[in-house]
């Protein structure tokens, strides 16, 4: 129990640090060690809070170093000269390659850039209905070597309810910069692929040419952890069924690996016995598990589970040389403490948790050994179910109701048949090639028929349950429920816990009363999306921009906003205009959600694709709750002139008003203002155009009265927006103008006590966030005179 009580402090501490809202200080980290080795010179209980404090200090040192080793602010939006080696395995899409490029550590190189990884996109300018077999950037392969230009900027991503934090991912992966590759035609391989992940990008091509089946694709993720061939409509499937940890390599496949090398080596000392008078069975066993494990973890590009996996096999290897009798929670132990030393980061990984958790709850509640295999199977698969559900809610911000029963099946099926004829394939064409096709092809047919098994599985609407984000305590409470559920039957009180799962499983929406309104403006970048929520309805006005083959704001951006605040369906959804930065993302967030009414300009093209598509007109009206929508442009048989034609969108509640104004300009704000003075006035105005110059006309502006002119605009975008003078102008007539690009999503609620204003970043404040590393930038380049 010592290393347990060892690995949960030094956990502590490292939670402690990552926990605060900015990078703690040298002067900070300096008094919590000086506090570490003066508790550690104490006994008792003081050892404990030495290994929190040093726990604290191991998490600011790596996070403090890896955020100071990204690209400063002033070099950001330039163009660079790298020469670098491809790491991991680069993705070729449609019009564009995707790669992790490890530059150089020379001098000829930039000096921010030594010996760091950049992520890098390649587009080139064919057509994009066509993948060209010829474009330059399809030479791109994990280990060659090239010389290229690209525009950087420090990792920053887009801030969102529900929505993937890439700034996280950028910190724990250590990327420093993100960026895309200039003038491609200058870029030049220097060396070709060569490395593991070469190796593995090899294989991989190998796998696909030798099985003709459209599984083959799974046998490449199952064998070498390849997924780049999965589409979204697979991650879908998986995510539904639960199986999203199998189909990936795991900690689980790295110990069928290590099993296998331990039956091998016990057959060989068997078989010759002679063997055993130099190494004693036992000790050869685990060295052959050991390394297993390396090769297989190497074979995956020594991702973080099989990391935590060898780390495991590793302390038990430790214990049986060492001929110590230690219990498997001291592994578990030990192997937490590994990982922390190493890269106390990881704890910011999803990963991190389900692991070393699903592992713990098995360790607690199962029995060690006696069972029948289908009775443990079931047990285990039960105690994972309920102890990793409060989890599963908080980190995905779903459960899959399918799960259970799919898990029951791919385990044994996958794992125990898939996996092991996968791998036996793949050593097999590393003796040789052409040997491994066989074996792999019987793998992708005893992978097919669960694959459409687990297809009826996922597609079924009772699948997956999407949940809106919970409270913070939320989870502590859940974990508690999850634990009085795990206790020994006839423990009471176990109805009562259900009480305990409220809070996670059915949180409050915070939605507004009747007669309220709240407005949420997503963080989507170079364009638009906004929310308007009632006490029972929604409307989605405009969806953000989408790019084939690129980034689709709907998906990534509005789908997981939308879910996470509870929306279930859309009772209207507006597209101001045609624009990409507009409507774009529609395709996206109709394919998830069922939409009751659907408005545009008229003339704008959009109803060639959208179907029972209505004309937003001036003057149509309608009421929701006690809250009055009122369109007021364009005018009737008004011409679609883009921008000038969008729909003009008047919120009007009990206790004010907002005006949501799409892109038009100047001209357009004039003849709002004539047609209707009292109209513009609103205590809210979405600033038109993403703060142009062309728009946000002074007579219009001063009309409005506006107390709130929030943004909608895109960091460090082509076009410059917000321009300062609008930023100002606004400003001078009494505004605030928060940007989403600063703030990230806004939420606006327009209630009795007036109007409250919440900005995602401030709401969830860390320490790795890209405006606070900006704003500690500038503070440090003009330091107060």
């Known amino acids: 129990m010592l290393d347990l009580r060892f690995a949960l402090a030094l956990l502590s501490g490292v939670m402690a640090c990552l926990w605060l809202p900015s990078p703690p200080g040298i002067g900070l980290t300096g008094c919590v060690a000086a506090m570490a080795a003066i508790a550690a010179s104490k006994p008792g209980t003081w050892r404990h809070v030495a290994i929190v404090a040093l726990g604290f200090v191991l998490a600011a040192v790596h996070a403090s170093f890896a955020l100071e080793r990204q690209l400063p602010v002033a070099l950001e939006h330039r163009q660079a000269e790298l020469i670098g080696t491809v790491i991991e395995l680069p993705l070729h899409e449609t019009r564009r390659t995707r790669f992790v490029l490890k530059v150089d550590d020379a001098l000829s190189q930039p000096e921010a850039l030594r010996g760091r990884r950049v992520r890098l996109a390649w587009y080139d300018d064919f057509d994009v209905d066509r993948r060209p077999t010829d474009a330059p950037r399809l030479r791109i392969a994990a280990g060659s070597r090239w010389s290229l230009s690209a525009k950087l900027r420090a990792p920053r991503g887009l801030r969102n309810p529900g929505g993937v934090d890439g700034e996280k991912h950028a910190l724990v992966e250590r990327i420093v910069a993100t960026g895309y590759v200039r003038n491609p035609q200058f870029a030049h391989e220097l060396a070709g692929p060569r490395g593991i992940d070469a ?10 040419d030798k099985v003709p089946q459209p599984s083959s694709r799974f046998v490449r993720a199952l064998a070498l952890g390849d997924t ?14 639960g199986l999203t940890h199998l189909i990936a390599i795991s900690g689980f496949h790295v110990g069928l690996v290590a099993g296998f090398f331990a039956l091998l080596m016990r057959a060989l000392w068997w078989c010759c016995p002679v063997l055993g008078r130099r190494v004693p069975r036992p000790q050869a066993t685990v060295l052959a598990a050991f390394s297993g494990a390396v090769v297989y973890a190497a074979l995956a590009g020594f991702a973080l589970p099989t990391v935590r996996t060898v780390l495991m096999i590793a302390v038990v290897a430790v214990a049986c040389l060492s001929r110590r009798g230690w219990r498997p929670v001291d592994a578990l132990s030990l192997a937490m403490i590994a990982i922390l030393s190493v890269d106390p980061l990881s704890v910011l990984t999803a990963g991190f948790w389900l692991s070393f958790c699903g592992v713990a709850w098995l360790l607690w509640c199962l029995p060690q050994g006696g069972q029948h295999p289908l009775r443990a199977l079931l047990a285990a698969q039960g105690v994972s179910t309920v102890g990793l559900l409060p989890l599963t809610v908080v980190l995905f911000g779903q459960a899959s109701l399918a799960g259970p029963l799919a898990n029951l099946l791919a385990i044994p099926w996958w794992s125990l048949l898939v996996v ?10 590393t003796l040789h090639a052409g040997w491994g096709g066989p074996i792999w092809r019987l793998a992708a047919m005893v992978f097919d028929p669960s694959w459409s098994l687990f297809g009826w599985l996922g597609d079924s609407p009772m699948a997956l349950w999407w949940l809106p984000e919970p409270p913070w305590f939320a989870l502590p409470l859940a974990l508690l429920a999850a634990f ?3 206790l020994p039957r006839g423990m009471p009180g176990k109805p009562l816990t259900l009480l305990l799962w409220l809070p996670l499983l059915w949180p409050d929406r915070e939605l507004p009363r009747h007669g309220e309104a709240e407005l949420v403006i997503f963080d989507v970048g170079q364009g638009l999306s906004v929310l308007v929520r009632t006490a029972n309805h929604a409307v989605l006005y405009d969806m953000g921009p989408a790019i084939p083959e690129g980034f689709d704001a709907g998906e990534r951006a509005v789908v997981p906003a939308l879910r996470a605040l509870g929306v279930r369906t859309l009772d209207a959804a507006v597209l101001s205009h045609s624009d990409n930065d507009h409507a774009g993302g529609y395709a ?3 394919d998830v959600f069922s939409i009751g009414q659907r408005f545009a300009p008229e003339a704008s093209g959009l109803d060639a694709k959208i179907p029972d598509l209505k004309t937003c007109r001036a003057g149509h009206a309608w009421t929701w709750d006690g809250v009055r929508f009122r369109f007021l442009h364009p005018p009737p048989h008004f011409p679609y002139l883009r921008n000038e034609s969008s729909c003009v969108l008047r919120i009007e509640t009990l206790h004010g008003a907002a005006l949501l104004t799409g892109d038009i300009g100047h001209v357009i704000e004039r003849d709002l203002l004539r047609r209707d003075p009292v109209a513009v006035r609103a205590e809210v105005v979405l600033v038109a155009h993403h703060g142009s110059q062309g728009s946000s006309d002074p007579g219009f502006v001063a009309a409005t009265g506006a107390r709130w002119a929030p943004i909608s605009a895109g960091y460090g975008n082509r076009f410059k927006h917000p321009k300062p003078q609008v930023v100002d102008l ?10 989403t690009a600063e703030a990230g999503a806004l939420r606006l609620r327009i209630g009795q006590d007036g109007v409250a204003v919440q900005s995602e970043r401030s709401r969830h404040r860390r320490l790795w966030d890209a405006v606070g590393r900006q704003a500690r930038a500038a503070q440090l380049s003009y330091p107060p005179e």
């Open 228 to 241: 780049r061939a999965l589409d979204d409509a697979d991650w879908a499937r998986l995510r539904a069924t």
């Open 484 to 486: 009085w559920c795990l």
């Open 420 to 429: 092991p004829l996968s791998l036996i394939g793949t050593g097999l064409e």
């Open 730 to 739: 606004w400003r001078h007539h009494g505004a605030d103008t928060p940007v």
């Open 199 to 208: 190796w593995r990008e090899s294989m991989s091509a190998r796998i696909a």
């Open 588 to 590: 996206s967030v109709a």
